[in-house]
């Protein structure tokens, strides 16, 4: 299941966290989003090491943490998606799915006349909207 | 991995034993140990040592029926035993004499090779003999001796070798010889061995499935022995597996120990797989394989009160890997690889990963250690002492001494953890361990430049340090994140990292930093996120929320305040601010404080009058989450005499007023207070007194008695580059209700010099004359201020901006001759000019002080200007001086334009001599008009005139006009050429404006020079009142050509005649030149005359003599009248001329007058009667 | 089915903004009218950029996101793309669209003076419908600019309407 | 001149210049933040934003005219219904209903279910009392009053309020034919 989802700007900056877990492990979370960072960077700037996904927004398996996957995703305008998942083996195609209605649900907030570009992401039916989504997304890989 | 034994962590190293023949050891082991591969040597002195090697003394103590200790999986020893004593091949060394001559001694070989034998046998160690010959007795050995020697010793010919010490090359080739022979057998032995165990896995010949594990084991090892890698690897495999089996089925031991049996030989195992993946570049495969060791024996805990074993266990399969992955440099794995397989990310390719892992299960196992401990019965019973690792691998008992032996006994699961944990409090707290693990992770992450993943290490590290109550250590780890989590905006990262450094501060009694990073919390948009549930661990501060940042807040305030808090009071441990411990924090443009309080300045005027009070702004904002209360606010400026102070009114009676410096400005208001996010503006007049730049530095406030927080000014102009919130979406209001002031308004104004209250006049009199000393009087007179150490500065421009200078001249150096105007000097009233101090005048720049002049005065100079051309100049002054003394200076600046003219206009006429004519022959030659560059006639006189017209408007008194020669003629003429007289001197005449003034000069030319310089007019002058000066104006006169004429014609008639009485009237021709001249003359008829003489006719007239027509002449009528010209021709030089009209006239009266000489001069006009006086 | 509206909609909306922020807010002050309504336009810019670019890889280089702008962006909202597009590759890109929509109306537009000298006596009135026209351009130049920093280029952008209908919008991207 | 018949707004808006509708929705969004910013007072904000409509009404009331036919509006309730039909349909693409007439038919209600300039639209918590949409009561009070029907036009529903419909109620306050100031326009 997906215990946290994240929006982070340009600056590396959080625009949306949310966590979808019994709250103890929230700030885990969070750490885990901004380590995630890293691998995000590396991939972008090093294109050499990301080979073929060179401009795919979809950027796959960031990394693996014991009980989690992390898995990546930058907008063409250097907004990153982190998403992170208890569920062990995934098929890549569910994430990109699940983050290709994740990336609507982002444009219609920062639509909002009064999101102000590269600030946090305020908006209520936003987060309303994300947690219908998670809801509804399940990672469970049929065999 | 120094957890593991020497022989398990390197690959194991064939081992030989040599025998007897001490003094060959050394060579032989040290070049054994350097083949390729190398070799161990056991080297034994003397065959009484052999037994070493035997079986014997464990065997027989396992024959020793304990039905315990006989069942483990893996001895403890066994590795170590085939490393170390029991040799793949032993060599026996025999000297060649033991072989041939005496008997006792081939005795000695031959019990010596017997007792060897039934040693090696039961281990089927294979059996080398060598026979040591001295080099020069080689050929002493006998073939049928080594036979013999071989029969003995059972072993086939080619294991019978010689070995020959003293001789380098033998030596050499002896040894290789034995290399070679060991290496062989070696292999042989390890195959057998190897093929021995492994038939019996095959045959499934094995009791339990222990020794199943252990033979895959022993196969692996043996098959390592014979560097057959994918063997060993096969083996290792089986075995992991099959011991994986275990788990389940094994009944043999109790359970936790079985468990941690099976571990730790697992560990092995593992150990012993990875290394050899690793080594053969199997990266990949290594990390799949520990993903799934991993994996299958995590969930293996076992049962709570030893579970930290597990979790110790579980680290260092992670440190160990990590380890293994860093020393192999395959580290940098193929790009492709990561890629293509989703399911493993670069990250597990990184040793930091499983460095930090390790970090984490270490710190599980130190919490369950602690719960344990604390399980753990008080009174420990020292049966615990007696325990000690077992035989097996991962098995413990007790050592129970039975006098002469002693027996293992095994031991409860009890027993077991009582002894584990006793053992756990022997060993030193983890916390060290755990740090220096993430140390790595760390320093790995940052090789890497993985900075964020390093910060979570720093993290980490800085709460171990944290829990080990090393306050010093933690705060200074904590505050290296805080700049990356500021930057990035991460707030609840931030806030976490604040508490703990907020609580370290308090353990180490900081206040400064404590107030600081309380501050800094309370004012974080926790808003933005307290939108999100309740976290908890989130560090001392506890979770993130409205609640607990106004928490921080008051009790912060409760502090500043020095107010004693209720409940909390005391967990604020040593922290406190009074008259002791005072208080004072900066915040600057970047300082993360800028949100607990940020000041806004802004002069609504750009420029402001000195004096004249201008509106200030001043506005303040603050994130705090409860509104904050300022007990007084302190500006201060560049300028301190503006410095000023806001009372909050309600605060009066706080102590912070005492302290006013008495002559300060104080302003009160009713309150002072923030609320959240909402500017505080205030606005308020401020004078300045000097000129120049106004700016406010600092706004101080002041809370509580011994608390200020001083707050670098800012400009609204410049906040727009610097949001306070660079990521949280907040409304910012600008600092001030007029937009144009937020969007420009400045924290520094300009503020100008007084208005001067000084007359400054330039008292102009016309034009000035060129030649002349021009004073210009120059007057200031002061009203309103006195004027101290006042400054003149005089500057003298050409009107077309150009120097003074005409570009042509200023090449040649400027001597004051080719300066057009210039300055001469400043005139003083001697009177008044005290001081004189500061006098510095130049061509066209001059600076004069001005005396000290009290309100009311006044004082005055001339300015002395000489022009030497007609030109018209710019006169710039300025006068600066302070109003008082100190005070700054205040500038005036007066301008006049002043033309300068040419007095006089001087031009001058040259005439011949009258009524006689010199042949000039250049006049006739050249065109008339261009008749001006004059020649004259040598020794002729002739007559100069020069004019002088007054062209000013002013009347000019003429002193006198007299002609010098030019110091330049003086020099080329060494005798006089001429003489120039001038009429008698005429005493000063005044000329009007327009009026012109003659003098005649006659002029005598004596040598014949082809040039003659006339000199030059020297006019002097001045205007027509007494107190102007004199003035000499010069005026070189043109040269003129000298040429001695060839003829002159001389008329001769009286001066004047009277109707109808004849005269007579003579034209004498003189010929100057030593040559017979031919002259045709002739004489035209006139009608006022009747005339007697030749009309017209040639004649010669001789050389230096003259020749002379005469006529007689009757006038007809009356009046003035021309004679009959006469015209003469000469023929040599074919020119005609006649003399002048003028000349030729006479005047006829009708009857004789009668009149006295007198009048009759005067009556004759000055140009025709000259005054002549000849010398 | 894209959704659509009117096209005097979006112009009485633009010549609105220009002329209620020069005319009535920030009447003396035109500089500070140029700043706001350029904000307004870098808002634009950005959103219609995170809505445009989605389902589409990201660009490589600044060029990429230029021809963007040029191609597709300009097409959503002129129905045209741009005419003419050159650089220095120096980081200074020119980008001209020979018949630039929203000057066609404003420049011809007289009630932009009317609206004007209704709300204000006779400031600035001379040249108003130049100093009108100059205004309108600072929101398609912060659109540009809202676009591109959104991509992440920082830049400043400037028009240049020396050759009307045509406008030239200069792009400088900071390094 | 024959009273021609107002042409249908789908007709009008089939044949009119449009364009995409996000660009107008976000730059009117873009205004009023730039506003909220600028002013600062909520209530200011109302009122520039109704005074801008106004300002649009009295200059698009032309275009409508010319494309829709309309010749003369005498009739307070016709005008309402072609504002309703013809004006928001021909403009912003979709049309509202007429409702809730009074007795003496001098005030009535348009009621718009769907409205362009909210899409995305969502009010801050900081922004209650703003009445976003108050461009179109200026827009509409601006026209009228060019075809000298002076109203009052104020928002009893707002969806971004919460409520279910947006209902702009326009009240005659009134009306002078002799003024009239479109004689005859050929």
Not at chain 2, 642 to 648: L, Q
Not at chain 2, 759 to 766: C, K, Q, R
Request: aromatic content about 8%; proline content about 5%; charged content about 25%.
């Amino acid at each position: 299941m997906i215990v946290c989802i994240a929006v982070v700007g340009h600056q590396n900056n959080p625009l949306y966290i949310q966590s979808f877990t019994e709250a103890d492990d929230a700030l885990k979370l969070h750490h885990i989003v901004h380590c995630s960072l890293d691998v995000v960077d590396e991939r972008v700037n090093n294109p050499k090491k990301s080979g073929p996904m060179l401009n795919e927004t979809f950027l796959g398996l960031l990394y693996p943490t014991e009980n989690y996957k992390v898995y990546g995703y930058l907008t063409n305008t250097k907004v990153k998606f982190i998403l992170v998942t208890t569920d062990l083996d995934v098929r890549d195609a569910d994430v990109r799915n699940f983050f290709r209605r994740f990336h609507s649900a982002y444009l219609d907030a920062v639509s909002n006349p009064f999101h102000v570009p590269g600030k946090k992401i305020t908006s209520k039916t936003f987060a309303e909207r994300v947690s219908n989504i998670v809801k509804s997304v399940s990672f469970h890989t049929t065999g | 991995m120094e957890h593991y034994p020497e022989e398990l962590r390197t690959p194991p190293v064939t081992l030989v034993c040599i025998v007897g023949h001490q003094d060959l050891h050394a060579t032989i082991s040290t070049h054994l140990h350097s083949e390729q591969p190398p070799i161990n040597t056991l080297a034994l002195p003397d065959f009484t040592k052999i037994s070493i090697i035997d079986k014997s003394p464990k065997e027989n103590d396992n024959q020793l029926p304990s039905a315990y200790t006989s069942s483990g999986i893996i001895k403890r020893d066994w590795l170590l035993k085939h490393r170390t004593r029991v040799p793949a091949v032993v060599a026996a060394l025999f000297d060649a004499d033991q072989l041939s001559g005496d008997p006792a001694q081939w005795l000695q070989v031959c019990t010596d090779l017997e007792n060897l034998k039934a040693v090696i046998k039961g281990r089927n160690i294979k059996l080398v003999v060598v026979v040591v010959v001295r080099f020069n007795s080689k050929d002493s050995i006998t073939e049928d001796s080594l036979a013999s020697l071989r029969k003995r010793a059972e072993v086939d010919a080619k294991y019978v070798i010689t070995f020959i010490p003293d001789d380098a090359s033998e030596l050499n080739q002896s040894l290789n010889r034995l290399g070679n022979i060991f290496g062989e057998l070696a292999v042989t032995f390890y195959r057998d061995e190897g093929r021995r165990v492994k038939t019996r896995l095959e045959k499934k010949s094995y009791g339990s499935i222990e020794f199943n594990v252990r033979y895959c084991f022993k196969v692996a090892i043996y098959a390592e022995f014979r560097r057959d890698w994918a063997e060993a690897l096969r083996m290792y495999e089986d075995g992991y597996h099959a011991l994986r089996e275990m788990i389940g089925t094994s009944t043999r031991l109790p359970p936790i120990q079985r468990l941690v049996e099976i571990k730790m030989v697992a560990e092995q195992f593992h150990f012993k797989i990875s290394t050899l993946l690793l080594h053969g570049g199997k990266v990949v495969e290594a990390i799949k394989w520990f993903r799934q060791h991993n994996a299958s024996y995590k969930k293996l805990t076992g049962p709570t009160e030893i579970n930290f074993f597990h979790w110790e266990w579980l680290a260092r399969q992670f440190l160990v890997f990590a380890e293994l992955l860093e020393t192999t440099n395959a580290t940098i794995s193929s790009p492709a690889s990561t890629v293509a397989d989703r399911t493993s990310s670069d990250w597990e390719f990184r040793p930091a990963y499983y460095y930090q892992l390790a970090a984490q299960y270490l710190k599980e196992k130190k919490s369950c250690v602690e719960i344990a401990v604390s399980m753990m019965p008080a009174e420990t019973d020292e049966s615990c002492d007696s325990i000690v690792p077992s035989l097996y691998v991962g098995q413990y008992a007790r050592l129970l001494d039975l006098g002469e032996t002693s027996v293992m006994q095994l031991i409860t699961d009890e027993d077991y953890t009582l002894f584990a944990l006793t053992e756990e409090g022997k060993k030193l707290g983890d916390s060290t361990e755990i740090i220096a693990l993430l140390k790595k992770a760390y320093e790995a992450y940052n090789n890497l430049k993985f900075q964020r993943a390093a910060s979570f290490c720093t993290l980490l590290m800085a709460k171990e340090y944290f829990l080990t109550s090393d306050y010093t250590n933690s705060k200074q780890h904590f505050d290296k994140l805080t700049s990356l989590y500021r930057q990035e905006g991460w707030v609840t990262l931030l806030w976490e990292v604040l508490g703990y450094l907020r609580e370290c501060s308090r353990k180490l009694s900081s206040a400064q930093d404590f107030i600081s990073y309380s501050l800094e919390m309370s004012a974080l948009p926790i808003s933005s996120i307290s939108s999100l549930q309740e976290m908890k661990d989130c560090g001392p501060a506890g979770s993130p929320s409205l609640k607990q940042v106004e928490n921080i807040h008051k009790e912060v305030f409760a502090i500043v305040r020095e107010e004693t808090l209720n409940e909390e009071g005391e967990n604020m441990g040593g922290i406190e601010v009074n008259s002791d411990h005072p208080l004072h924090l900066e915040i600057d443009l970047v300082s993360p404080l800028r949100v607990v309080l940020l000041t806004s300045v802004a002069f609504h005027e750009q420029i402001v009058k000195p004096q004249a009070p201008t509106s200030i702004t001043l506005s303040l904002l603050s994130q705090l989450p409860s509104p904050v209360e300022i007990d007084q606010l302190e500006i201060q400026f560049n300028q301190s005499e503006c410095n000023f102070i806001i009372v909050n009114a309600q605060r009066r009676e706080s102590s912070s007023i005492s302290h006013i410096h008495p002559d300060r400005r104080v302003e009160t208001v009713p309150v002072i207070q923030l609320f959240t996010n909402k500017w505080l503006r205030l606005t308020y007049d401020i004078k300045s007194v000097n000129s120049g730049k106004l700016e406010c530095t600092y706004v101080i406030a002041r809370i509580g008695p011994h608390f200020s927080i001083s707050c670098g000014a800012e400009s609204p102009a410049n906040m727009h580059d610097l949001p306070l919130w660079k990521f949280e979406e907040r409304l910012e209001a600008s600092p001030t209700k007029d937009p144009a002031i937020a969007f420009s308004g400045m924290k520094v104004t300009q503020v100008e010099e007084p208005d001067p209250q000084v007359d400054l006049i330039l008292g102009s009199t016309g034009p000035a004359l060129v030649g002349e000393n021009f004073l210009l009087p120059v007057t200031l007179t002061s009203k309103g201020h006195s004027v101290e150490s006042g400054e003149l500065k005089i500057n003298l421009v050409d009107t077309r901006g150009v120097g003074l200078l005409s570009p042509r001249e200023t090449e040649h150096t400027s001597s004051s001759d080719n300066l057009h105007v210039e300055l001469l000097g400043v005139l003083c009233d001697p009177t008044q000019d005290n001081n004189d101090g500061i006098r510095k005048v130049q061509q066209s720049f001059g600076l004069v002080s001005v005396p000290f002049l009290n309100v009311g005065d006044s004082w005055s100079c001339n300015l002395e200007i000489q022009w030497h051309r007609p030109k018209p100049i710019m006169l710039y002054v300025s006068l600066g001086y302070s109003p008082s003394s100190g005070a700054p200076k205040v500038h005036i600046h007066k301008s006049l334009q002043i033309e300068g003219k040419t007095p006089v206009v001087i031009s001058h006429r040259l005439m011949l001599p009258f009524r006689r004519d010199p042949l000039l022959l250049s006049r006739l030659k050249r065109s008339p008009e261009s008749g001006q560059t004059v020649s004259l006639p040598v020794n002729e006189t002739s007559i100069l005139v020069v004019n002088a017209t007054n062209c000013t408007e002013v009347p000019l008194k003429l002193l006198s006009m007299s002609i010098s020669e030019d110091d330049a003629t003086q020099k080329n003429k060494a005798k006089t050429t001429c003489t120039i007289q001038s009429g008698i001197d005429n005493d000063p005449t005044l000329l009007v404006p327009g009026e012109e003034f003659k003098k005649v000069f006659t002029v005598k030319p004596e040598l014949n020079a082809s040039k003659l310089n006339l000199g030059s007019v020297c006019l002097r002058w001045r205007r027509d009142h007494e107190s102007s000066k004199e003035v000499v104006t010069k005026q070189s006169l043109p040269d003129v050509n000298l040429e001695s004429p060839p003829l002159v014609i001389t008329l001769e008639c009286p001066p004047h005649g009277v109707l109808g009485e004849p005269f007579t009237y003579f034209a004498r021709i003189h010929n100057q030149t030593k040559l017979l001249q031919e002259v045709k003359f002739s004489l035209s008829d006139s009608q006022s005359f009747v005339l007697s003489g030749p009309h017209n006719d040639t004649t010669f007239v001789l050389p230096l003599s003259e020749y002379i027509l005469s006529y007689k002449l009757v006038p007809l009528s009356s009046g003035s009248l021309q004679l009959p010209r006469v015209t003469i021709t000469s023929v040599r030089y074919s020119a005609g001329f006649q003399p002048t009209t003028a000349a030729s006239t006479i005047f006829i009266f009708p009857s004789k007058p009668q009149f006295l000489s007198e009048p009759e001069k005067k009556s004759i006009p000055a140009d025709q009667a000259p005054q002549q006086i000849t010398a | 089915m894209v959704r659509e509206v009117s096209e005097s909609c979006m112009d009485s909306l633009l010549t609105e903004i220009v002329s209620s922020y020069c005319n009535r807010f920030y009447a003396t002050k035109p500089e500070l009218a140029a700043r706001r309504i350029e904000a307004i336009g870098y808002q634009v810019g950005h959103q219609l950029t995170e809505r445009y670019t989605i389902e589409r890889p990201r660009f490589n280089d600044h060029l990429e996101a230029i021809k963007f702008i040029c191609k597709d962006f300009w097409f959503e909202l002129f129905k045209k793309q741009i005419d003419n597009l050159k650089t220095n590759h120096r980081g200074t890109f020119v980008l001209q669209d020979n018949k630039f929509r929203w000057l066609s109306r404003v420049s011809v537009d007289p009630s932009v003076e009317i609206s004007g000298a209704a709300q204000e006596p006779s400031v600035m009135s001379e040249n108003k419908s130049a100093q009108a026209t100059g205004l309108h351009l600072y929101f398609p130049c912060g659109i540009i600019r809202g676009a591109l920093s959104t991509l992440g280029i920082p830049c400043a952008v400037t028009a240049d309407i020396s050759n009307l209908p045509a406008c030239s919008f200069v792009i400088r991207i900071k390094v | 001149m024959a009273p021609a018949v107002p042409r249908s707004g789908d007709a009008i808006f089939a044949n009119v210049e449009r364009v995409n509708a996000e660009l107008f929705t976000l730059t009117y969004g873009a205004i009023v933040r730039q506003l909220l910013t600028d002013l600062e007072e909520v209530e200011e904000v109302n009122k520039q934003l109704d005074q801008m409509g106004y300002n649009i009404g009295i200059r698009l009331i032309d275009e409508f005219l010319a494309k829709s036919n309309v010749t003369r509006c005498v009739d307070f309730r016709e005008t309402a219904e072609v504002i309703a039909k013809v004006g928001f349909k021909m403009f912003l693409g979709v049309t509202a209903s007429v409702t809730n007439w009074d007795t003496e038919g001098t005030s009535c209600s348009l009621i718009l279910d769907d409205n362009p300039l909210v899409d995305f639209v969502e009010l801050p918590d900081t922004c209650q009392g703003l009445y976003y949409c108050n461009i179109l009561s200026g827009v509409v009070r601006g026209a009228l009053e060019m075809v000298s029907m002076k109203t009052e036009v104020t928002w009893i529903r707002d969806m971004l309020r919460g409520d279910d419909a947006f209902e702009l109620q326009v009240k005659l306050l009134k009306q002078v034919p002799e003024e009239y100031p479109y004689k005859d326009d050929e």
